[in-house]
């Protein structure tokens, strides 16, 4: 049975701390901590032994079954239960969030609360960050029997990252990023992956890339964004870099960037033959991307077949509490699931939103009660699924959804609308 978490505050976190903050007891038959004992997936072997890297790389992802459309790594946002919340909708496999390699090997406080995973948590790869390989050997094993991949981050752009000396600014010094990864393929059970940003130039990219294979990378996902390149909505994500480190590398290569929508994942695999799809922002917004719901954002308002898949962004939150009941977290996580969840809804009733900002203290009792006051209040925002029904007529479901999609973006984005003979029209405010 799950134990259901106290209540308590988190302090403002600053950027020179990764530690999580007190959390609840783990519910000691659904979760487990990094001190209990690990279940077995069985191992690999050595990863720079026996026959080739490449054979084992493929092997090992094949027995995985192939994932195609993954929960990217996201610091305080891809913990276990938004991570069970996103395979419930068509995630096949899942990133934890970033762990600091050093903290990790350090402090029992800090892996007990910031890393859990859970029996179906699987595939799943475990990143850390690091500057030093025999720190992130000593994390690294502690992981190895709970997951599929360790993964070290080499993509982070943040000013902590910077500051910390990990992520993408160990871009400069490739020795090092080296040697990182050769420790970890001689001495762990499980393979090896990478996550990189791209570099300007394509050719210093595939040069990267192909030392990361041969150090021993079993797996390379590539965010198509370079280093300064941190704002995903005013940056489009090089596609063309990662189907040529794609074409470059033998072993399995994912991609990172530009995913809005199912389309925009199956047009990715399609222009860079990329062998997995990652999602983050969007996953935070909809964590049933997968499973093929659009928010209203991404409806056009001429796109035909589109129509109110019975789902919204408050149901999704409450399977998330629901899951957090289960798995408990810091509220810290909690907090900001809800705010990316229901931002749209906050947009409409913008009092619920300051509301829940002068919480100091969460409780799962407030939480579901915020949500049925938004739905008293007359608040849904559906997500929107493609109509795969017969019997309804193609363009009764066009004016239908046009006149819809106009509705609610005008009411999220500040539009006044006006009809002439049934038909809608989008006046921009002044």
Known sequence: MALTPTTHSDPPLNDDSLCSLPQQNQDEQSSSSLQETPFSMGSPGKYLSGVSRVEMAWAHWTKLGRPKFIVAPMVDNSE?????????????????PMLHSRIFSENPKYRSEEFTTCNEDRPLFVQFCANDPDTLLEAARRVESYCDYVDINLGCPQRIARRGYYGAFLMDNLPLVKSLVEKL?????????????????????LKYAKMLEDAGCSLLAVHGRTRDEKDGKKFRADWNAIKAVKNELRIPVLANGNVRHMDDVQNCLEETGADGVLSAETLLENPALFAGFRTVDWVSDNENGYVDGKLDQADLVVEYLKLCEKYPVPWRM????????????????????????????????????????????GVRVPLHQKDTSTARDSAEVSCI??????????????RTLKTVDSIWYCIPEI
């Open 80 to 96: 276990l239960p938004f991570r069970m919340l996103c395979r419930k909708y068509g995630a096949e496999a899942a990133y934890t």
């Open 185 to 205: 393929a001689s001495n762990l059970n499980v393979p090896v992956s990478c996550k990189i940003r791209v570099f300007p130039k394509l050719e210093d990219t």
């Open 334 to 377: 909690i907090r900001s699931h809800v705010h990316k969840l229901l931002g749209n809804w906050f947009r409409l009733q913008p009092q619920v939103r300051e509301d829940l900002n002068a919480q100091s203290k969460l409780t799962f009792e407030f939480l579901y009660s915020l949500v049925d006051r938004l739905r008293e209040l």
């Open 401 to 414: 959804e046009f006149g819809t999609n106009l509705v609610w973006k005008a009411l999220l984005f500040g």
